[in-house]
């Protein structure tokens, strides 16, 4: 069984203290830190936008290309990653999901490297690490999602809640990182 870690968007504006922080989002690093050894491949993906994107009507502005914010947290260990995804970087896409990277195609990597099992974590629960997940379900991978190791926006109380309910829904599975094999 070939797998890999696909970490989501840790990066500085998610991170307290950045433009769209997650309470308590750089809590989930060290759990990342310690699991990533237990992959064959480490995945990440980047929030990237233009400065004029569209998303920026729904959200204040973060993670845009090139900018400190944009930037993985410093905790994180980056020289890990085999693959850095970029997505969101059209103006006019919002880019919630690691499948709809446009550097790299995420569903074909994954094949061209025989991986069936997926297992996400990173932020935020209730945007990019549930529209990854789903996306992955959807095309047929294994997912798993990492439970101690994601992060919500909580935009609404319980938003976290919802979005595990419907990642399970849709077919992933929910794991602690301590259950890693
Ligand atoms: C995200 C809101 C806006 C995320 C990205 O990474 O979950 N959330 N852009
Ligand atoms: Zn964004």
Redesign the pocket.
């Known amino acids: 069984m070939k797998k890999a870690l696909l970490i ?2 840790v990066q500085n504006d ?1 991170c307290p203290g950045g433009a ?1 922080a997650v309470k308590d989002g750089d809590k989930i690093i060290p759990v990342i830190n310690r699991i990533m050894d237990r992959f064959g491949m480490v995945i990440s993906s980047q ?1 990237w936008h233009p400065a004029d994107s569209v ?1 920026f009507e729904k ?1 204040p502005p ?2 845009v290309a090139g900018t400190e914010g944009a930037e993985f947290h410093p905790d994180l260990e980056t020289n890990k990653i085999d693959l850095r995804l970029l997505k ?1 970087t059209d103006n006019k896409d ?1 880019g ?1 999901s690691a499948f709809e990277a446009t550097n790299t195609s995420l569903a074909d990597f994954l094949r061209e490297n025989n991986i069936q099992h997926l297992y996400v974590c990173g ?2 629960t ?4 549930k529209a990854s997940a789903i996306d992955a379900v959807t095309q047929g991978f294994h997912t798993y999602v990492i439970t101690d190791a994601i992060g919500a ?1 909580n935009a609404q109380p319980g938003d976290d809640e919802k979005a595990l309910h419907e990642m399970r829904g849709k077919g992933c599975i929910l794991i602690e990182s301590g259950e890693i094999q």
């Open positions: 989501v968007d998610f769209l929030d998303h959200w973060h993670c969101g919002d919630y932020l935020a209730d945007y990019c690490v926006v």
